[in-house]
C-alpha cells in the first residue's frame, strides 16, 4: 500500500525532479509534486511524495526530516486526504439589498 507524503520548508528554488531525486533512494515513487502558485508558477514552499512501500516512506521521513535542503530545513508528515471545497459557483455577487456589485450605473429612484 503506498503512502503520501507532505514535505514542507522547501527553498523557493526545489522544483519537483530535485524532490523525487531526494526520496528516488528510499523505493518506488508513485508521484511526486511540488505545488506552484497557478499565476505565477513560482513553488509554494510543499510538496506532496508518494512512495509505493510504506516502510520506506518511514524510512524516508527518519532519514530525511529536519535536513537542510537549500539552506531550508524540511519537514515531513503524513498527508490527510484532500477536502471537498465548496463550489465557488459564478455570476455576479450580489449585495444586501438584491442589487449587483458591478461597475455602471444603478439608476436613480426607489427599489
Keep these: 500500500m503506498s503512502k503520501k507524503l507532505f514535505v514542507g520548508g522547501l527553498a523557493y528554488s526545489v522544483d519537483s525532479s530535485q524532490l523525487e531525486g531526494m526520496f528516488s533512494k528510499f523505493g518506488k515513487i508513485i508521484s511526486c509534486d511540488v505545488i506552484t502558485d497557478r499565476y505565477s508558477g513560482q513553488s509554494k514552499g510543499f510538496g506532496f511524495v508518494e512512495l509505493e512501500d510504506d516502510e520506506k516512506a518511514e524510512e524516508a521521513i527518519k532519514a530525511l526530516n529536519e535536513t537542510e535542503v537549500d539552506g531550508r530545513r524540511i519537514s515531513f508528515s503524513i498527508a490527510k486526504p484532500r477536502e471537498e471545497r ?26
Design 86 to 111: 465548496p463550489s465557488r459557483g459564478g455570476g455576479q455577487r450580489r449585495d444586501d439589498w438584491g442589487g449587483s456589485r458591478g461597475g455602471g450605473s444603478r439608476g436613480g429612484g426607489y427599489r
